[in-house]
């Protein structure tokens, strides 16, 4: 039987590393709010996925939604990644249009650019 989907464990990582950084918080206290291991926290940043109750606590803890990180056989994944950075920056209610126009044009020259490196 062909395998249908996956999980992006790592791209999970990242993203909540992202809001642990835009908290303004350690690891620790990551796993502390959430109630998730810290070895889990430490077997993730190596790559390895976590179980579905610390996947659940460290999506509510984060506001991630794990569908974003799923990965369907035949259907698009996601909407292309400079779409989201977009609408994500463009809705920030901490920066203003101006800033947000800014940041947008500023993340598109630098993913543009690194994507033709790979």
Do not use: C
């Amino acid at each position: 039987m062909a395998r249908t989907g996956s999980f992006d464990g790592d791209g999970f990582y990242a993203a909540l590393d992202g809001e642990r950084q835009a908290r303004k918080v350690t690891w620790k206290r990551v796993a502390d709010e959430s109630g998730v291991s810290p070895s889990t926290l430490t077997r993730m940043a190596q790559g390895r996925r976590p179980d579905v109750d610390s996947l659940a606590a460290l999506s509510s803890w984060s506001g991630l939604n794990v569908d974003r990180f799923m990965k369907t056989a035949g259907s698009k994944e996601h909407p292309e990644p400079l779409a989201m950075i977009s609408t994500y920056l463009r809705s920030d209610p901490q920066l203003n249009r101006e800033a947000a126009v800014a940041l947008d044009e500023l993340v598109k020259v630098a993913y543009k650019r690194m994507r033709a490196l790979t």
